[in-house]
């Protein structure tokens, strides 16, 4: 009787199958690149309930900069090469201690590209994420900081070449100053340097200037 309740109803359709080493196609419940948005967005959700927890402040903030290219690809004999773009970029932090922050930034890196002998501008548009280190100081706080994430070569072209806008591993460094202008709103001023896996080999300079809000 027992084993007449657990039984299948023959008409249904068959489970699908895993992988059995026979040839047979295992189903994925999601995507790399959707497991991938889970874990972020679960640890961004585990760091704000740790920073409401402690008492402490998450800051977002939004800037607008200039940016140079070390040796750009298009003037080779020039050191630092200005461009005529503007550089944004914005972020959210949540503090890790008293002195440290984990950020998460989106940021827009000016850029010309050489394909087969003719510049193309364009732009990196970079997604890190990485650690500020906090030092107070009289002016407000200084800071140092470090990240990796993806970057992401886009033509400003309707019709781009194939195989050319590529997304590459990157990193950056950066300093800056985080000047008090109320209890919950400071202006920053950032530089920072970052460099990406993409053939051209970049080396781009920005410096921002912007505001930050806590809450």
């Not at 990196?124 to 100081?137: K, N, W």
Request: hydrophobic share 45%; net charge neutral; charged share 15%.
């Amino acid at each position: 009787m027992a084993e007449g309740l657990y039984q299948l109803d023959p008409r249904l359709p068959p489970a699908p199958r895993a992988a059995t080493g026979n040839g047979v196609r295992r189903m994925p419940v999601y995507s790399h690149q959707e497991a991938t948005m889970r874990w972020t967005c679960a640890a961004v959700l585990a760091l704000g309930v740790a920073s409401a927890a402690n008492g402490q402040v998450a800051w977002v903030g939004a800037s607008w900069g200039a940016s140079w290219e070390w040796q750009a690809p298009t003037s080779p004999n020039t050191n630092f090469l200005h461009s005529s773009d503007g550089a944004p970029a914005a972020f959210v932090a949540f503090p890790i201690s008293n002195d440290t922050l984990f950020r998460l930034q989106a940021a827009d890196l000016p850029h010309v590209t050489v394909i087969d002998g003719v510049g193309w501008p364009a732009r990196y548009r970079a997604y890190t994420a990485g650690i500020d280190y906090l030092i107070d100081d009289a002016f407000g706080t200084s800071l140092l900081s470090a990240g990796v994430g993806s970057y992401k070569l886009d033509l400003k072209a309707r019709r781009p070449p194939a195989g050319v806008e590529e997304t590459k591993l990157g990193w950056y460094v950066g300093v800056g100053e985080w000047f008090n202008l109320t209890r919950r709103t400071r202006v920053t001023a950032e530089i920072a340097m970052h460099r990406t896996q993409h053939a051209e080999r970049p080396q781009i300079f920005t410096a921002n200037l912007g505001l930050a809000f806590s809450w």
